[in-house]
């Protein structure tokens, strides 16, 4: 397939800017693959569409504030760098803007507490970064960082943990597994009395996920690698599930990508941790999940191209084509969709 079979025309006016108070407050189509059906609530309704029996499976990675600000301690010039991957204790890798600014050897100042000095130039123009801190290094990250929302959104977000969700613990991500901003404390314990469990992968976003498909023949294009891990309660439940005929939903597709990335290794769920670089593309066969909640993403982005790959390429086109006619809010901090 081509990547411009992914296209659909979308107005600026439709990407949502900022996220809905509250949470739980923003519209969700409603999708039955089966029956080609395309209905829509109120997110906090979704409790009507699962059953005794669902198995819910969240990513409870966490973001890291990871656009910082650091001065160069020998010429003041200023540089944006944008933490994306730690490579062992206080190193990270980085990108860095402007990165002629960032030499080998250059030190930075981002606050009384932390600096850095680049120990390393990569081929692709990321710079590995060694940190010096007096504290710990992730509070004083906190305490300068700044999300690293995606590029189209232009608005300051006023509060960082809006970009995080309720159940978020596993500090590591460049980029919030959005499905997941929708759910609130309260949603999930009511999800729960219904009789529907939850259980937690981790899979850490890197910035790849906004990375566009730069070739036409889909199947050409590089998928970027991120680490994902599974407890052994996380695979207990999900093989139980499955052996006992509940749907295994996914929040996300970090969510979807974690357990079909070991369902295709293992052939099973299992207890693990590993890098991934799984592409889901019309044609892939599903092994682990049932159902899946998602946003409605960037067109001609491999997000759009693993949904068409679950609920069918026409039909996919079809429903996000009238999520612009029926003005949804799309990307992070738009509406979601539930596919049956």
């Not at 109120?42 to 569409?49: L, M, P, W």
């Not at 509070?139 to 977000?157: C, Q, W």
Request: hydrophobic residues 35%.
């Amino acid at each position: 397939m081509k990547k411009s079979d992914f296209y659909y025309e979308l107005p600026e006016e439709l990407i949502a800017q900022t996220p809905l108070e509250p949470r739980d407050s923003s519209r969700l189509m409603l999708i039955n693959k089966s029956e080609k059906t395309i209905d829509e609530t109120v997110f906090r309704k979704i409790t009507d569409h699962l059953k005794a029996g669902d198995l819910l499976v969240l990513n409870d990675t966490r973001v890291l504030p990871a656009r910082i600000f650091g001065t160069r301690t020998d010429t003041g010039a200023v540089v944006e760098f944008v933490l994306l991957k730690q490579k062992e204790m206080n190193v990270w890798e980085c990108i860095a803007g402007p990165g002629k600014k960032a030499k080998t050897g250059n030190g930075f100042k981002f606050s009384d507490d932390l600096s850095a000095v680049v120990i390393d130039v990569l081929e692709d123009g990321n710079r590995i970064l060694e940190f010096s801190c007096k504290s710990d290094f992730f509070t004083a990250l906190d305490e300068v960082g700044n999300m690293p929302l995606p590029p189209y959104i232009k608005e300051k977000l006023e509060n960082k943990e809006r970009y995080q969700t309720v159940y978020s613990r596993e500090v590591g991500s460049a980029a919030a597994p959005t499905a997941g901003l929708h759910f609130t404390t309260e949603l999930l314990d009511t999800i729960k009395e219904k009789g529907v469990d939850i259980a937690y992968v981790t899979l850490h976003v890197g910035l790849g996920t906004f990375r566009p498909v730069k070739v036409e023949e889909i199947t050409d294009h590089h998928m970027h690698s991120e680490h994902y891990s599974i407890s052994h309660e996380t695979a207990e439940k999900i093989n139980r599930t499955k052996r006992n005929g509940g749907r295994v939903i996914c929040v996300g597709t970090t969510s979807c990508r974690t357990v079909e990335s070991a369902a295709s290794k293992f052939g099973e769920i299992k207890e693990c941790s590993d890098d991934t670089s799984i592409f889901i593309y019309p044609g892939y066969e599903f092994k682990c999940m049932d159902a899946l909640i998602t946003n409605f993403h960037l067109p001609e982005s491999t997000l759009i191209m693993l949904v068409s790959a679950f609920a069918g390429y026409e039909f996919t086109m079809d429903f996000y084509n009238k999520a612009v006619e029926d003005k949804y809010r799309f990307f992070s901090f738009g509406d979601a969709m539930f596919i049956m």
